[in-house]
Structure formats: structure tokens, C-alpha cells
């Protein structure tokens, strides 16, 4: 990638909200405009509606329309991957390049949901989507050059970004409040994910749709738990658990994090908390490319101090 990039990013959001029937049904439409170093100009249009059969219940639904721009690493990243024997003697390094005219990835989200109070202590959220994707990120092998610099010369074997591959995804978010006493409210929630991706006749990618239909688990939960043990203390406890990763293989894991806070003053706070207690380690995403850094997450516990202006 060059040691220094110049690059200007111009953005532009505008959305309104209009009143079909007062108090019962709205509509909510807005787009974002967006100027990039990259592609130039995106438009990302939204629209929402909502209807309100009662004060307490909510049905809604929507369509949207994102884009994920080139960044850096897509248009100039140059990763060395291996070194290899070639014939007479000739080492060969297979290198992932970056694109300069790698293009915009676009997806179409539609979503359709309810959120609505059961009664004066529980309250329920629910939201079902189905997204499509174009334009996706592959990896695609591309015709070996000589390079003399560094020392020795040397055959690159190049692997290129473009963008043939397209997909959809569809799944399900559940979530709840449940106030069980006037001191305990317990916050549980629930997702499910399935993705479904294919390749463009003209790709010869071999790993793209492999690593995206595996890297996010197909289901997710949390229960986050609160209680005011006095006026002044509070006992937060949230335990997470994630599903498997079929790729990279990754094992599924519960995490568990727990942590009293004092409220001394009416603008200040002080807390202990642990993060990560059930565990020493655990990774969440392994980057096999290394244009991000693989994260291990320890075990851990730090305290906070609060002042409010």
C-alpha cells in the first residue's frame, strides 16, 4: 500500500416523516448521499413503514439500500503468503494484490418486525430480514509476472480482489425485557442467521463463498441480568453465547462478564467489573488473509470511574 494516501469522503443524509393516519400509521423515507475517493458518487435510499394498532404494539417493516465502499486494503494491500521452489531454481511467491478497480458491494436489506408491550412488566421484540447481496469481494488468481527487487528475482504467483460474488442471508432477532421484581429485570435475546452465497461464471475463486457463508454463527444468544441490591448499588451480570464458526473453525463459546457499580453522588459513579470470567482465553475470528489482526480475548477486570457534566 503507498506510505501516504490523500483521500476526501463527502456525505449528505436527508429523511422525513410523514403522518398517513395521525397516531396509527407513518412513513419514513430518506436516502444518504455519498462521494467517495474511490467509486465517486453512492445513493443509499430507505423507506419504513409503521403502523400502531394500540399505544403499547408496533408493526413495522422496511427496505434499505447500503453500499460498502474500496477502502485501502482492497485497491493496494499486497500480502506475501508463501515462498515456493520453482523450476530452475527460481523462488515463487504467491501474493495476495490489491485491486484499483475494485467496486462498490451492495446490499438490498428488507426487514418486517413487531415490538410491543405484553403487559405492565415484560415487553417483546421481534424482527425477521432477508438481505441481498451483489457485487461481493472475491479472491481471483491472475496471470505471474517477474520481480527482481527484492533480491533474488523471483516469479510472483498474484491473487487479485474483484467483485463476482453474490449472495442473500435470512434470519430472525428475537429480544425481551421482563421486570421481574421492582429490584430485578432480566434482558434475554436470541438470533439466527443463515447466508447463501454463489459465484459469478467468470470467477475461479475457490475459498470466498466458503469463508462467508462460515465465518458468522448460525445462531447467537445473551441474557443480561440487573439488580439494584440498594438505592446506590447495582449488580449487572450479562452471559453471552455464540455458535460454531465452520470457517475458519472456530468452537462456539459462552462468555460471562459480571460488575457492581456504586452511584456515590448524583453525577458520579465507581465500578469494578470482569469481562471473560468462565474463560482464560478465547478467540472469536481467525484472519487467514492477516489484513486484520486476529483478537484473543482474556480474562479480565478493570474499574471505572464516572463524573457526568
Known sequence: MPSILDSN??????????????????????????????TG???????????????????????????RTPADTDTSIRVNFATLPGPGGVPQIVALLGNPNFGDEHPDAYELGYRGALNRRTSVDVSLYYNIYNNLQTQEPSSPFFESSP?????????????????????????????????????????????????????????????????????SAQLRSQFALTRALTWNTSAYFSGQLADPVEPSYTRLDTGVSWQFAERSSFGVFGQNLLRDHHTEFVDFNSSVQTMLLKRSAYAQFTVKF
Not at 469522503?9 to 474511490?38: C, H, P, W
Not at 434470519?171 to 421486570?179: C, D, I, N, P, R
Not at 434482558?187 to 475463486?205: K, N, Q, T, V, W
Open 151 to 219: 533480491a533474488p528475482a523471483h516469479l510472483v504467483i498474484p491473487f487479485i480482489y474483484d467483485n463476482l460474488m453474490y449472495g442473500e442471508a435470512h434470519g430472525v432477532e428475537l429480544a425481551a425485557h421482563w421486570k421481574a421484581t421492582d429490584r430485578w429485570t432480566l434482558s434475554p435475546g436470541y438470533a439466527f442467521e443463515r447466508i447463501h452465497m454463489h459465484l459469478s461464471p467468470l470467477s475461479h475463486d475457490s475459498s470466498s463463498v466458503r469463508e462467508a457463508q462460515g465465518s458468522t454463527p448460525h445462531q
Open 41 to 67: 458518487w453512492n445513493f443509499m435510499p430507505t423507506a419504513r413503514l409503521a403502523w400502531l394498532p394500540s399505544p403499547r404494539n408496533t408493526l413495522w417493516l422496511a427496505a434499505s439500500r447500503a453500499a
Open 9 to 38: 469522503l463527502f456525505s449528505a443524509f436527508v429523511q422525513d416523516e410523514i403522518a398517513l393516519v395521525r397516531d396509527r400509521l407513518y412513513l419514513t423515507m430518506g436516502t444518504k448521499v455519498e462521494q467517495n475517493y474511490y
